[in-house]
């Protein structure tokens, strides 16, 4: 049996059954970014709420921004495995207190972005419930429906089933493209315009509010990694899915966006998006396609949100629970459902947050979509610009201590430029915050809520420092996540 | 270990299929251990299991396993746990049934009734005997003392036994012999990766 070696491995043949292929991660991560919900739902707000006519050119620059922040990402991801991407790759590369900050930073980025979604998602029944009922109860209910709906799934640990996830996605890229393509030939009466697509347009007063709300529509995107271990072939697989999900994601998105400008003119965009919001595109298609397309595109925007909600969900829960596993956070979150295998705590957490987000919008009355959609989606996609930072910084600290046969590319001058390239990003998101908001430039709360990371940041620091002082085996399991049981890999 | 999961009238399992698995994985190579058929190599970076061939008195499953384990001696415990947890709920099924202590499984038309135990009593003994240590803070015999620490891995200490101490659930693992001690935080660790794991 001196062959054995040579021989395919029955164990390995076996466990491969399970993996997946380029095509699947692809499909979770796009659906992940759910591009309905992005095109109907983030487009008309961003353009609306910045006033911004360069959103099209601002997503092709930032899946151009994304594209080399993944070169680094996936460089990564070939030697740390781990299924918290973000911390453990700054527990990794800058040290355990860094990964407790940015596990920190990186709860509330996807908190806000989950919490957030609970805003679209009446505006995006409303228009059936009128349709088919003929009357609509007001946002917060069925924000309730939908935070009851993903609450439940989440601990029954529903992950979408892959393959209606795929039939779901296919037909909201058929409809999306199907709407631009309405957009273009129906409402091309005027001529058509490219003003979209010229820097011009875009490097206005409001640009940093347009580019953090283009980023939130590619947040999702970076959950590629975490399929690592369970890709058919670890170094090929995820960057190959990566690229991909980015490259659809950015052309679909800035075309789309574009196309909305083409039937009101790159000039009526900001005031029909003003008037119409989440409605535009679906107006926009019924008035080109006929009724029943653009009635096939709002429920699918209402599945879309409820797919993007359960996603996030999930991602929020599992955060919580590799914390709790690690022992970061009280073991209690690390605590799993026996009969569903469900983070349970994280689940419970996220949904009892929801639930508190949901009701303070509907007492205080303030708008869903602009004030919490948009204003969490931006708040979101603040801290999501920090993380991706932070990340670049690891890679390259990482790498620098050993470069693990990896080019120098891939581990400095790709991160270092992506790095270049967020900083400006989040300067400009900073100095145009009150825009993102709606409020007075001198308005306080433009500063409060980006400090909210400082605080989630200095807090991280200190607790660290407590974790060290106090129970220094925890400390040393940081960034491992499920592993951190074991001790991880010695 | 199957008894435990499984409610000792119905044959209903207490746990998710993909944990039941990763805790039936534990237990096949526990019991290998137990029985020295299989050693642990802490040494090992990162840790292997050793084996010595099948014999003749082994059942066919045992004899699968250690085949396998003797093939490919340089697969990590993980790996093991991942292989051995895709089948062991139908192995372990299948060889209890050989022996009698399951009842085979009825399909009905409309209903699928899961393999019952053959004897209620005897199915619900270990469990009953791992209550009683919990609850007299007793350390169990060292066969029980790794089903406890497995049950605690697999995340369903606390939903089987009549009364939860963690701390005492710890000192029972503490006092595991340390091969076995990893075992039970490798087969923890593969629990929580299941779990964190989006399928």
């Known amino acids: ?490 | 270990m199957y008894f435990v999961l499984h409610d000792n009238a119905t044959g209903h399992p207490h746990l998710h299929s993909r944990l039941a698995g990763l805790a039936l994985a534990g237990g096949v190579l526990a019991e290998l251990m137990l029985a020295e058929r299989v050693t642990l190599d802490l040494t090992s970076n990162p840790e292997r299991l050793h084996a010595a061939a099948g014999e003749d008195g082994d059942d066919a499953f045992t004899r699968r396993v250690l085949g396998h384990v003797v093939a490919e001696p340089y697969h990590p415990v993980s790996t093991w746990l991942l292989f051995l947890a895709r089948t062991a709920e139908a192995e372990v099924t299948a060889r209890m049934i050989a022996a009698k202590l399951l009842k085979p499984p009825v399909r009905h038309l409309l209903k699928h009734q899961p393999p019952a135990p053959a004897d209620m009593s005897t199915a619900a003994w270990p469990l009953a005997r791992l209550n009683l240590a919990v609850q007299r803070r007793t350390p169990p015999n060292p066969r029980d003392r790794v089903l406890l620490g497995l049950l605690d891995a697999a995340g369903c200490a606390q939903r089987v036994l009549s009364e939860h101490d963690p701390r005492f659930v710890a000192a029972v693992i503490a006092m595991l012999p340390a091969p076995m001690q990893r075992l039970v935080a490798q087969t923890k660790a593969a629990v929580g990766q299941a779990v964190l794991s989006r399928r």
Not at chain 1, 27 to 49: D, E, K, R
Not at chain 1, 425 to 454: C, E, H, K, Q
């Open chain 1, 1 to 490: 049996m001196s062959l054995t070696e040579q021989r395919p491995s029955a164990v390995s043949a076996a466990l491969a059954q399970d993996r997946l292929g380029v095509p699947s991660i692809v499909f979770f991560v796009i659906s992940a970014a759910a591009p309905l919900m992005v095109v109907a739902g983030s487009v008309p707000t961003a353009y609306a709420v910045t006033g911004v006519i360069g959103v099209p050119l601002a997503f092709l620059l930032l899946g151009g921004v994304f594209s080399l922040f993944a070169v680094g990402y996936v460089t990564m991801a070939r030697h740390v495995v781990n299924a918290g991407a973000f911390y453990a790759y700054a527990a990794q590369g800058l040290g355990r207190t860094q990964g407790v900050v940015t596990a920190w930073v990186a709860l509330l980025a996807y908190n806000a972005l989950q919490l957030g979604l609970y805003g679209i998602i009446g505006s995006a029944a409303e228009p059936l419930l009128l349709d088919w009922f003929g009357g609509s109860p007001p946002w917060w209910v069925i924000a309730l429906g939908a935070w009851a709906l993903t609450g439940l799934l989440g601990l029954l640990r529903v992950d979408i089933n892959g393959r209606i996830l795929s039939v779901l996605l296919v037909s909201e890229i058929a409809v999306v493209l199907l709407f631009d393509l309405g957009d273009l030939f129906g409402g091309a009466r005027n001529g058509v315009s490219f003003e979209g697509y010229s820097p011009a347009a875009l490097f206005v007063p409001g640009v940093g509010a347009a580019l953090a709300t283009v980023v939130a529509g590619f947040a999702g995107i970076e959950s590629s990694v975490v399929f690592a271990e369970e890709s058919k072939d670890r170094l090929r697989t995820v960057p190959v899915a990566t690229y991909l999900g980015i490259a659809v994601i950015a052309i679909l998105y800035s075309i789309s966006a574009w196309a909305q400008t083409v039937p009101t003119g790159p000039d009526g965009i900001v005031k029909a998006a003003t008037e119409q919001g989440p409605t535009l595109v679906f107006g926009q298609a019924a008035e080109h396609l006929g009724g029943t397309v653009a009635t096939v595109g709002s429920v699918l925007f209402v599945t879309s949100s409820i797919a993007c909600m359960i996603a996030f969900h999930n991602t929020t829960a599992r955060y919580i629970f590799a914390l709790g596993r690690e022992n970061v956070l009280p073991s209690v979150f690390g605590r799993t459902s026996a009969r569903t295998a469900a983070p349970i705590s994280g689940s419970v957490l996220q949904t009892a947050l929801g639930l508190i987000v949901i009701a303070i919008y509907a007492v205080s009355g303030l708008d869903p979509v602009t004030k919490l959609f948009f204003t969490f989606g931006a708040f979101g996609g603040l801290g999501l610009l920090t993380l991706l930072t932070v990340t670049s910084i690891s890679v390259i600290v990482y790498f620098s201590r050993d470069l693990r046969g990896e080019t120098a590319w891939r581990t400095r001058f790709a991160p270092a430029l992506s790095i270049v390239a967020l900083l400006v990003i989040i300067a400009l998101t900073l100095v145009n915050f009150d825009t993102v908001l709606g409020v007075a430039p001198d308005s306080p709360i433009r500063w409060i809520l980006p400090s909210i990371y400082v605080v989630a940041v200095v807090f991280g620091v200190v607790w660290a420092r407590v974790i060290r002082a106090t129970r220094p085996e925890v400390y040393a399991g940081i960034g491992l996540g499920a592993q951190a049981a074991a001790g991880g890999p010695r």
